[in-house]
């Protein structure tokens, strides 16, 4: 089960972070990822980083200003969200997946947290 937290609104330039939490035991071996969907777009991947922590993605729109992280002490993955632009507004879910990096299907979904910037 995955919980998504975080979500809310800001103005343009500002920042946050949103957090997914996971139940189970083996975080560690789930590659994890943060997807957004925007009214009236396909989802689409924002971020996504291996179980070790060592590989990470992310969609050329947000680099440089999103960072993923994951604490699997605390079954939980992250995403920092810095320059934020009102293009970023969506509904952001985190995914886990136990395929191979670089060959992940995203099995399961979080519920999503709304993230809306002003302009």
């Known amino acids: 089960q995955l919980q998504a937290s975080g979500g809310g609104l800001v103005q343009a330039g500002g920042s946050l972070r949103l957090s997914c939490a996971a139940s189970?035991?083996?975080?560690?071996?789930?590659?994890m990822g943060w997807f957004r969907q925007a009214p009236g777009k396909e989802r689409e991947a924002v971020a996504t980083?291996?179980?070790?922590?060592?590989?990470?993605y992310y969609a050329d729109s947000v680099k440089g200003r999103f960072t993923i992280s994951r604490d699997n002490a605390k079954s939980t993955v992250y995403l920092r969200m810095n320059s934020l632009k009102p293009e970023d507004t969506a509904v952001y879910y985190c995914?886990?997946?136990?395929?191979?990096?670089?060959?992940?299907?995203?099995?399961?979904w979080g519920q999503g947290t709304e993230v809306t910037v002003s302009s």
């Open positions: 189970g035991r083996t975080f560690s071996s789930y590659n």
């Open positions: 995914a886990a997946d136990t395929a191979a990096w670089g060959k992940e299907t995203y099995d399961y």
């Open positions: 980083i291996s179980g070790s922590g060592r590989s990470s």
